[in-house]
């Protein structure tokens, strides 16, 4: 093996700029999220909340459920930590080996999964939107998206593999950028179907359908040139009795069972929205969008650049940094995720309307958009505190714990929903999320804590007092400088960029001068592990 090599293959090793990292990482997906919203402005206008988009909307579900199971970050949990082990400890041929291993058996679990998801979309159409068994077209139409759309699932799911090889080297820009080019497949769908090419609104959601396949294999094959620079693109050998396979099994197995925790969340929300009125489904699904920019440029970013670090240092024994790197990864996510969360309930029907409120979009459905918003706004600080405090039991190689966890926030989560979605309808299904968050981030901190893995000091409650503080100036600032919510329905979609673009410069400006004035310099932020 030449040293090029080695360093090619050992690019995770030694000290790393954490913060750096997770800049990258926030930076691209800073522009995923944008080019996500410019999507959702496009489908909002071709489809806006109508059934054939609650259809479109809920069969994409379909495919999303089983990538989350099976891939994104319930894998990379269970894989990146032997991986990390693999590139601290192993040979450069045992490492390749063991990626060609579980490449090998990844891809063969994800034939057979595929194969029977498009042979059984009926049943999977069924399941996943009960309400619209009485209406014989439009239960069609979903088996028809579904079938057209499931194996995304695979291609999606072989993207996130690609993803957590470069990661586990520190390479964090191409998968965060990754996103883009399903959204500007979609937007290419969504504008060809518009000119009236595709007839209908039904002809629209095929389009759409066939957006996202073609959206998916852009993106596994953006991923392999980068794959490649890290020396570990491999040819896939099936190996079930490999040892590093045993190891990932052991940590996926109830890494799959927690994300199956989470899925059935999404699979009971998915099906209760179907019941609700029409519009239920889009209504979710836009205020999902917002809330999920937040989610992927503070709590996606820091989970993902923890994991490989902690990993790392888990394995080199060094448990004041790893304290120090989780203390750092919690710091900041409060510091950016409490005044995100209050900003995106103050500005949730100013975001709903400057972004979605045209075309086939009605004043009533970003209305009702916004309520669910506010409510998913609840969940966004324990969220982040999730993605946070997860890595660090899988960087420890305990899988069981956060299991345990996700079991009770399901529970939760259930509880809620069934108690709530009658009464609040779409607003209790987003309640319930936020409820079911509260409550796992509780208990994976305070496990975290009791076991002595993280040690909060002083540095955290200094924090999170100017962010406290910084957030109540800016929410101060934005309730009383908006116009209310008839003016931004009456105003002009430019109007509102401009008065949405002040609101966020004007409430970023007085967060950062509070938080300044309440001793947080931009160094505080900096950390190597």
Request: hydrophobic content about 55%; charged content about 15%.
């Amino acid at each position: 093996m030449s040293d090029s090599d080695d360093i090619a293959v050992r690019g995770g090793s030694g000290d790393s700029d954490v913060a750096a990292q997770g800049g990258v990482f926030a930076g691209m997906t800073v522009l995923s999220r944008l080019s996500g919203l410019a999507r959702d402005w496009a489908l909002a206008h071709v489809v806006g909340a109508t059934g054939a988009a609650d259809t479109f909307y809920l069969a994409f579900r379909i495919p999303n459920f089983f990538r989350r199971l099976f891939a994104e970050s319930t894998f990379a949990l269970a894989f990146v930590p032997v991986l990390s082990e693999y590139r601290e400890r192993g040979s450069h041929a045992a490492l390749r080996a063991f990626v060609a291993a579980v490449f090998g058996n990844f891809v063969v679990v994800l034939m057979v999964v595929t194969v029977a998801g498009v042979a059984g979309a009926w049943l999977l159409a069924a399941v996943f939107m009960p309400g619209f068994l009485d209406d014989p077209e439009r239960f069609a139409l979903a088996t028809d998206l579904t079938r057209i759309m499931f194996p995304y699932m695979a291609l999606i799911s072989l993207t996130a593999f690609a993803g957590a090889i470069q990661n586990s080297a520190n390479r964090f820009a191409v998968p965060a950028f990754t996103p883009v080019l399903l959204n500007i497949a979609l937007i290419a769908a969504a504008f060809w179907a518009a000119t009236g090419a595709t007839g209908g609104v039904s002809g629209i959601a095929y389009a759409l359908a066939w957006g996202v396949l073609a959206g998916g294999a852009a993106q596994l094959l953006f991923n392999l040139p980068s794959v490649a620079r890290t020396g570990l693109l491999v040819a896939p050998r099936p190996n079930w009795r490999h040892e590093g396979v045993a190891k990932v099994i052991k940590l996926l197995v109830p890494a799959v069972f927690a994300g199956s925790a989470y899925q059935v969340n999404a699979l009971i929300g998915t099906m209760l929205a179907s019941l609700l009125e029409e519009g239920s489904p889009s209504w979710l699904y836009y205020a999902d969008r917002l809330w999920e920019v937040p989610i992927g440029i503070v709590a996606i970013a820091l989970g993902t650049v923890l994991l490989p670090n902690l990993s790392r240092l888990h394995t080199a024994g060094d448990s004041q940094r790893f304290n120090d790197t989780l203390d750092w990864g919690v710091r900041t996510g409060l510091l950016l995720g409490i005044p995100a969360a209050v900003a995106l309930w103050v500005l949730a029907y100013p975001l709903v309307a400057t972004i979605f409120l045209h075309g086939e979009m009605r004043p009533y459905d970003a209305d009702r958009s916004a309520a669910a918003l506010r409510a998913f706004a609840i969940g966004l600080v324990p969220l982040i505190l999730v993605k946070v405090a997860v890595p660090g039991f899988f960087a420890r190689q305990d899988s069981k714990t956060p299991l345990r966890f996700a079991i009770a926030a399901t529970v939760v989560n259930v509880a809620v929903s069934l108690a709530t979605f009658w009464w609040l309808g779409h607003v209790g299904l987003a309640l319930a999320t936020s409820v079911a968050g509260i409550v796992n981030a509780g208990l994976l901190l305070g496990a975290l804590i009791a076991a002595r893995h993280y040690r909060p000091g002083r540095r955290l409650a200094r924090t999170t007092f100017a962010a406290l503080l910084g957030t109540v100036g800016m929410g101060a600032a934005l309730v009383f400088g908006l116009p209310d919510d008839a003016s931004w329905t009456q105003a002009g979609h430019w109007l509102r960029v401009g008065w949405l673009g002040l609101a966020v410069a004007g409430g970023l400006l007085v967060y950062a001068v509070v938080v300044i004035a309440g001793g947080i310099r931009p160094r505080d932020l900096r950390h190597r592990a």
